[in-house]
């Protein structure tokens, strides 16, 4: 393994390309080559509204709002997201991102996690 590696977070696949939402989510945790880190790049059209929430095992993670506004709702509180924000979830904390009127980007990062990942997929979680 290389002691750095350099990659375009826009050259990773878009995950969400299929999904009829103005949603974009492109996951580097596997092109960075690292034991410890996982980085991904998020963005979810005006007014997107997540109804499925996601929770960890181990995984701790934190989100850096890099343009647009919005909201995320964690467990039971729904808290206002700015440009610059950011917001550290601890692994079993349930989450869910709302855009504003003009859109959610955001920069997720993610520590250690087992192989395969330990993420829970909580569908009709935050109802619209």
């Not at 059209?45 to 499925?52: N, V």
């Given at each position: 393994?290389s002691s750095y590696t350099v990659k375009n977070l826009k050259d990773v696949d878009d995950l969400a390309a299929e999904r009829p939402e103005d949603v974009e989510a492109r996951f580097a945790r596997s092109h960075l080559d ?95």
């Amino acid at each position: 393994m290389s002691s750095y590696t350099v990659k375009n977070l826009k050259d990773v696949d878009d995950l969400a390309a299929e999904r009829p939402e103005d949603v974009e989510a492109r996951f580097a945790r596997s092109h960075l080559d690292s034991e410890h880190l996982g980085v991904s790049y998020l963005r979810y059209g005006a007014g997107f509204h997540s109804t499925l929430g996601h929770s960890h095992g181990e995984q701790e993670e934190a989100y850096v709002v890099i343009s647009g506004s919005g909201r995320a709702k964690l467990d039971d509180e729904i808290v206002e997201l700015r440009q610059w924000d950011v917001v550290r979830v601890a692994p079993p904390v349930v989450r869910a991102f709302e855009a504003g009127p003009d859109g959610l980007e955001l920069i997720a990062v993610g520590s250690d996690r087992p192989e395969g990942g330990d993420g829970k997929m909580i569908a009709d979680w935050w109802a619209a």
